[in-house]
């Protein structure tokens, strides 16, 4: 099952040379899509379609998200290696792996105990540790780890949950997907203890930020 081919990174090229096409320029985050196995973080029978630039469904009704749109919030944290990054929607673990190729020091949590337990074990199986995974609602962030450089949250939120606002450092960067049905990629920079800039990036599709109550 483990096993990365030539075959494989042949296609990870190609998939780099589409995000490139798209208008992906951040070099470091190209280098790891190329290098990132992403066909492991998939069930099997999606192993075929895992270099193609879509997302795709995991378990618990979840999806491992577009390539295109993983290089995309990564681009817009501007990840410097040693950030303390807080992550809202572990997942299948593919944007986590993202997040330390690039040296970042990563907090993950995921609302989804299925995907919890799959994850946590699997991502130091293939050399992409996180410094803590907790299972938990991404609504209220990691308050006892807070501040963060940098918070990414990868799934669809109907609103800016007020707790990320807060944990995020002064000169920190909150990408997240705001909406409903349709989200608007939202970044905020934080300027001072009260104020934030606020930048737009055109839509996106994500499966929804699920708070505590809802299974």
Request: hydrophobic share 40%; aromatic share 10%.
């Amino acid at each position: 099952m483990m096993q990365d081919t030539a075959k494989h990174k042949g296609l990870r090229n190609q998939l780099v040379k589409t995000l490139v096409d798209k208008g992906i320029v951040d070099t470091k985050v190209l280098e790891c899509i190329r290098e990132i196995p992403r066909h492991l973080f998939m069930d099997s029978s999606f192993i075929d379609f895992a270099y193609q630039d879509k997302a795709f469904p995991i378990a618990a009704d979840q999806t491992i998200s577009q390539p295109y749109t993983v290089a995309f919030q990564t681009e817009l944290l501007k990840i410097e290696p040693g950030d303390k990054v807080l992550e809202i929607g572990t997942g299948s673990g593919y944007q986590t792996a993202v997040l330390v190729s690039l040296k970042a020091v990563v907090y993950s949590i995921e609302r989804q105990k299925e995907l919890y337990e799959k994850t946590r074990k699997f991502l130091p199986k293939v050399g992409y540790v996180a410094k803590r995974l907790k299972f938990g609602d991404g609504y209220l962030g990691w308050e006892s780890e807070a501040p963060f450089d940098k918070i990414i949250v990868t799934a669809g939120a109907p609103f800016v949950p007020k707790a990320l606002m807060s944990q995020l450092k002064i000169g920190g960067r909150l990408v997240i997907p705001v909406g409903n049905d349709v989200q608007v990629m939202t970044l905020f920079i934080r300027t001072s203890e009260k104020d934030f800039q606020k930048y737009e990036y055109g839509n996106f599709r994500f499966v929804p930020l699920l708070k505590e109550s809802q299974k």
